[in-house]
């Protein structure tokens, strides 16, 4: 392996054509199991929320959950599939000790809903993905590696399983192969699954949260030279958030050019993701279908939705956002640009809910995407992470705009908020931040910026009003930025020229 050529990302791109393809699974919100009637608690004691049912105990039988197959259904719609009018679960046969059946009930070749797409957005680009199929199926359990240092599996010392999740509803949605997206493969996979978690978000089906795994992604990647065949794809497991969708991509593309280029063969396999190096390592060699041994499942009968359940669902869908996010540019009339710069900043709600809360859109985008994208930023969190409500935006702004406080105190004032210390105006209150407005304090303030600096005073008496500006400085330092600089100037010059 000492051999592989090292390539950079863009002699990577320039020499091979990504195709990528992303398998997304969503654990689905309904308060039961997908087979029984076990609560769904996130966090709960472990093995607390268990029946003969989900922990696959001789005699127990499953009953299908109406509401998960209504939320799928309901997801395939509006990823504009077709919904299948019949079809059957089937038994996927696999030995997991976190899969207390040995098989796990799910769909292969009857899925619920097939053909569609979702359509997501690049800087104002459209890209359509093609959706392959979305089927429902069981999760599994979760097995805890412990005693050793990494918490895997190599060098513990025992390993424990909890069964909580064993049975939750999960539903699979498959994406088409994706070609010539070129350089650009690593963005379009994450904008994918913005989009998607987005939608589901809207659907109200799942909370979509990525970091506690109700959200989860593989992303397979395969690279060939400018008109040859695909080439042999890699599927990288648990990508655990957008910004590493995007890095899974990326490094993959890196490491099979690095392969193909000094001669050597992609091996199909699942690779692991490591949150920590941006890079992954190689898994196990990829199952066949035929090692599963699939078959229809015997216990349940065969999901045939009644085409005008159907109909009545795909009228009932709400307003999905892409079509949300048009409505609201043209609400708050903005550009193609800077509504782009709200999307990518993933700003879109966070702007809406300060809207709501009485900011004009311009305000609200200029705190979102300024200081609180910078702060964001710096310190590696998400915008909707930093501790600061759109509420507290809307009220910060009705501060500066009543001239209680100026553009650069208001900044003071967001680190209060975000250091925990209240609401805008506590943090006003508490630091004492408010503008000094009070004439006679400023006059006091202008008149020993005047005594301090003669000659500047001269020179505006003699009509150089631009040398004020030094003048209107020593005050706002005097009084520490709270005055207002407009009405400090404006006394300075009546002071000298009257
Ligand atoms: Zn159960």
């Known amino acids: 392996m000492s051999t592989v050529t090292q390539l950079t990302y863009e002699e990577a791109v320039a020499r091979f054509e990504p195709v990528i393809g992303l398998e997304t699974h969503v654990e689905l ?14 966090g709960a004691e472990p093995n607390t929320q268990v029946c003969p049912v989900c922990l696959g105990l001789p005699g127990a039988l499953p009953v299908a959950n109406r509401a998960a197959i209504e939320a799928t259904i309901r997801i395939g719609l509006a990823l504009n ?35 569609g797409y979702l359509d997501v957005e690049l800087d104002g680009e459209l890209v359509r993905i093609g959706i392959e199929r979305v089927h429902l199926e069981e999760d599994t359990g979760k097995t ?8 895997r599996i190599h060098g513990a010392t025992e390993s424990l399983v909890d069964y909580n999740r064993a049975g939750i509803p999960l539903v699979e949605i498959v994406t088409r192969p994706v ?8 963005e379009i996979a994450r904008a994918y699954v913005t989009e998607l978690r987005d939608v ?21 990647t395969s690279l060939n030279r400018t008109g040859e065949a695909w080439g042999t794809r890699t599927e990288t497991k648990n990508v655990n958030s957008l910004r590493s969708v995007e890095r899974a991509v990326r490094s993959e593309i890196i490491r099979q050019a690095g392969v193909l280029e000094s001669g050597g063969k992609i ?14 390592t190689s898994g196990r060699s990829k199952e066949t279908a035929t090692d599963y041994r699939y078959f229809p499942e015997p216990d349940l009968v065969p999901l045939a939705p009644p085409a005008e359940w159907v109909a009545e669902l795909k009228a009932a869908l709400p307003e999905l956002p892409r ?3 048009a409505r609201l540019q043209a609400d708050w009339a903005f ?9 990518n900043a993933g700003a879109v709600e966070l702007i809406s809910a300060t809207v709501e809360a009485g900011a004009t859109a311009a305000s609200a985008r200029k705190w979102w995407l300024g200081e609180l994208a910078r702060r964001a930023n710096e310190t590696e969190t998400e915008l909707d992470a930093l501790g600061v409500t759109p509420a507290a935006v809307a009220e910060l702004q009705s501060l500066v705009d009543s001239g209680k406080i100026n553009d650069k105190l208001a900044r003071v004032v967001l680190e209060g908020v975000i250091a925990g210390e209240g609401t805008p105006a506590q943090v006003v209150a508490a630091r004492g931040l408010e503008v000094v407005s009070d004439e006679g304090a400023l006059t006091a303030a202008v008149d020993e910026a005047i005594a301090a600096n003669p000659d500047i005073a001269a020179k505006v008496r003699d009509g150089k009003v631009a040398a004020a500006g030094a003048l209107v400085g020593a005050v706002m330092k005097a009084t520490g930025g709270k005055a207002d600089a407009k009405t400090v100037r404006e006394l300075i010059i009546a002071r000298l020229t009257a």
Not at 179 to 186: F, I, L, Q
Request: aromatic fraction near 8%; include cysteine.
């Open 29 to 42: 919100g309904t308060n039961t199991k997908m087979f029984c009637g076990c609560p769904t608690t996130f």
């Open 81 to 115: 599939c077709s919904i299948a009018p019949w079809g059957r679960f089937a038994r996927k046969n696999y030995f997991y000790p976190d899969m207390p059946k040995n098989f796990q009930i799910s769909q292969y070749d009857e899925p619920l809903c097939v053909d």
């Open 144 to 151: 805890l590696h412990v005693g050793g240092a990494t918490g």
């Open 179 to 186: 070609p010539g997206t070129g350089a650009r493969a690593p």
């Open 200 to 220: 589901i978000r809207t659907l109200d089906v799942s909370d979509v949260r990525m970091e506690q795994g109700s959200l989860r992604c593989d992303v397979n």
């Open 267 to 280: 091996i199909q396999e699942t690779r692991h993701f490591h949150e920590e190096t941006g890079d992954t």
């Open 323 to 325: 079509v949300r996010r």
């Open 335 to 343: 550009s193609d640009l800077d509504m782009q710069s709200v999307v």
